[in-house]
Each structure stands twice: as structure tokens, then as C-alpha cells.
């Protein structure tokens, strides 16, 4: 997904409609795995590959980076970025591991934790939130691009 859209955002000359297509499809594909019941594998299959593509989206953010910054910074932008992109993983799985304790209802199975449906769907909130969050953030990116 990151190579083709960085192509088609190079071919176009734009970025943030293709941020923010990445980030839609990425709330709604979230949405649908987190909380709609779904028995087929299929569906299931087709919904994380499009969050994967989705998430991929997050590349076009170190091409924005490039295009908004002077030459001479740029290096020192882009990796903010790139720190701003791995500490989302530090920083969100253990959110989630630790909201997954907070929800948990001290149930075990054979001593091991069990996990309700709704447990997993209110900790994996945190997914479709920071899809939503970037769909915003995209559009006000698009705000700065038109400015400069």
C-alpha cells in the first residue's frame, strides 16, 4: 500500500486527499472488525487488508513532512516524524493491554484470564479513535498545504 500511494500522490501532485481516504477507510474497516458480528472469514480477511492499506496511508505523512519544511530542516522533520509514528506503537499497545485489565471481569478459565467480547470492543476503541483523529488531522493538513 505505501509504495502505491506514495506513486499515485507523486503521479497527482497531492497528498492529503489520499491521507484522508486512507484514514476513512481505516475508521470504517475498524469499526466493522471491532464491533459488527461477523462470521465469515472472508469479510473478516478483506476488512484487515483494508486496514492495512489504510494504515499504510501514514507514509504520505513523511512526504508532507518533505514537501511543508525548508531544505535545511528537513532531515530534523522528518525524524519527528518518524519518532511521532514509533512511539504511537509504544504507546498504544500497552494502552490497550492495560485498558483490556481494566475491563476485565476477573474471570478465568482453567487460570487463565477470560476475556468477554465487549472487552476487547471497548479496548480496541483505541483503533478506529486514532483513524478518526488522523481523518481531522489530514483535513487541517490540507488547510496548511493551501497556504503555503
Not at 473478516?44 to 483494508?50: A, G, K, N
Not at 490497550?96 to 474471570?107: A, K, N, S, T, V
Request: aromatic letters at 12%; a positive charge; one cysteine or more.
Amino acid at each position: 500500500g505505501s509504495l502505491t500511494l506514495g506513486t499515485l500522490s507523486k503521479r497527482f501532485n497531492c497528498r492529503q486527499p489520499f491521507m484522508m481516504i486512507c484514514a476513512g477507510m481505516g475508521l470504517m474497516s475498524s469499526l466493522l472488525i471491532v464491533y459488527a458480528p461477523m462470521r465469515s472469514l472472508w469479510l473478516v480477511s478483506v476488512l484487515f487488508f483494508m486496514t492495512g492499506i489504510a494504515a499504510s496511508g501514514q507514509i504520505l505523512s513523511f512526504a508532507m513532512v518533505k514537501d511543508l519544511q525548508p531544505e535545511n530542516i528537513v532531515g530534523t522533520a522528518i525524524g519527528c516524524n518518524n519518532m511521532a509514528v514509533v512511539a504511537g506503537g509504544f504507546i498504544l499497545q500497552p494502552l490497550i493491554g492495560e485498558l483490556m485489565q481494566c475491563f476485565w471481569r476477573g474471570h478465568l478459565v482453567s487460570g487463565i484470564p477470560f476475556y468477554q467480547l465487549v472487552c476487547f470492543q471497548k479496548s480496541l476503541t483505541v483503533v478506529p479513535v486514532c483513524f478518526a483523529l488522523c481523518f481531522v488531522v489530514s483535513f487541517w493538513l490540507g488547510d496548511i498545504t493551501r497556504r503555503s
